[in-house]
């Protein structure tokens, strides 16, 4: 069965870090992209940051640059995204995601059940 368990959210006060975890399992880990998405209320869901199945790039949204990183570990298979200076706006619900082929040749999109981070003082 294919798993992807967010942990690591919870609440923070405006300019604090946390960083997020997503622990995959039942799937070639080495070969997907990993990436994390958030939802606000009243908003769509946005790419936050994605991370290529060699860990070899990466890319990130224009309003999380600079105060984030994402990275993993392939020992593990756990994808984190470490966030600074964080905001009000950045509270949502965020989402660890996998994308990428199995050995068929087949795509997958698989998504985890999302963490909450709320910004609040």
């Known amino acids: 069965q294919v798993q992807l368990v967010e942990s690591g959210g919870g609440l923070v006060q405006p300019g604090g870090s946390l960083r997020l975890s997503c622990a995959a399992s039942g799937f070639t880990f080495s070969r997907y992209a990993m990436s994390w998405y958030r939802q606000a209320p009243g908003k769509e869901r946005e790419l936050v940051a994605r991370i290529t199945s060699d860990g070899g790039s990466t890319i990130y949204t224009d309003s999380m640059k600079g105060r984030c990183t994402i990275s993993r570990d392939s020992a593990k298979s756990t994808a984190y995204l470490q966030m600074n200076s964080l905001k009000p706006e950045d509270t949502a619900v965020y989402y660890c995601?996998?994308?990428?082929?199995?050995?068929?040749?087949?795509?997958?999109?698989?998504w985890g059940q999302g963490t909450q981070v709320t910004v609040s003082s």
């Open positions: 995601n996998a994308q990428g082929r199995d050995r068929l040749g087949f795509s997958h999109d698989y």
